[in-house]
């Protein structure tokens, strides 16, 4: 199970990383910073997650950061971020965090392999004119509650005033600290990158020259 776990992970992994740079939108209105970290499950940790990634996107008003959930949601639909067809997850009333909490979830198949399957949940959090974006995975079920119990140790996360866990590097100041990190995640999870979305509705106009994620599919093999 371990393995078939793993191997989810990296076909996701590499789906995300190769396909970041090839989806087109524009930008939702009234957009003005978002930045994103990845996850995953270490090859000999848990799995209750095998793939986390979250955003934090601030706009002009609550009006915006509102608006921008279903273009967000139906970015998920649409896209060829993750190979896999999520044409088909549904949303479902679900507990409510901060101002406004939505969610999609579903079980999809893998576009390649569709006896390949996983467990997915978008659930976005909107908080005044800040929005709280998560993509978690699964091949145990139940994905929401495990997103939405990592949903609320996000919000009000204390800025990070020192690195608790050796070997990552993750990206602070601003807007940065918002980011929740491993120490708020169940356990076997490991850093997995930080970078500022460029495409979609959450991408920014000017990115910065290392926009795109830390980790490669190499690394992760």
């Known amino acids: 199970m371990r393995l078939a776990v793993m191997v989810l992970g990296l076909l996701l992994i590499v789906s995300t990383t190769l396909g970041v ?17 990845d996850f995953r499950a270490a090859s000999d940790g848990s799995t209750e997650l095998f793939y986390l990634r ?53 079980t999809v198949p893998f576009d390649e392999d569709p006896s390949i399957t996983a467990d997915v949940a978008f659930i976005a959090v909107r908080e005044g004119r800040t929005l709280y974006l998560f993509d978690g995975w699964s091949s145990y079920g139940g994905v929401e509650d495990r997103v939405i119990d ?18 990552v590097a993750y990206t602070s100041g601003a807007f940065w600290d918002a980011l929740l990190r491993i120490e708020h995640l169940p356990a076997g999870m490991t850093w997995d990158g930080d970078f500022s979305p460029c495409v979609g509705v959450l991408g920014a106009t000017d990115c910065p020259d290392d926009a795109t994620p830390v980790a490669t599919p190499e690394q992760n093999a």
């Open 21 to 37: 740079a090839a989806q087109d939108g524009t930008a939702a209105p009234g957009l003005l910073n978002a930045v994103a970290r």
């Open 150 to 167: 990592i949903a609320e140790r996000t919000l009000g996360i204390e800025p990070l005033e020192f690195d608790p866990v050796p070997n």
């Open 54 to 106: 979250v955003r934090v996107a601030s706009f002009r008003t609550a009006e915006d950061a509102s608006g921008a959930i279903p273009l967000w949601f139906e970015q998920q639909r649409t896209g060829d971020v993750f190979h896999y067809d999520v044409s088909e997850v549904s949303p479902i009333a679900i507990t409510r965090l901060a101002d406004e909490t939505q969610a999609l979830i579903g």
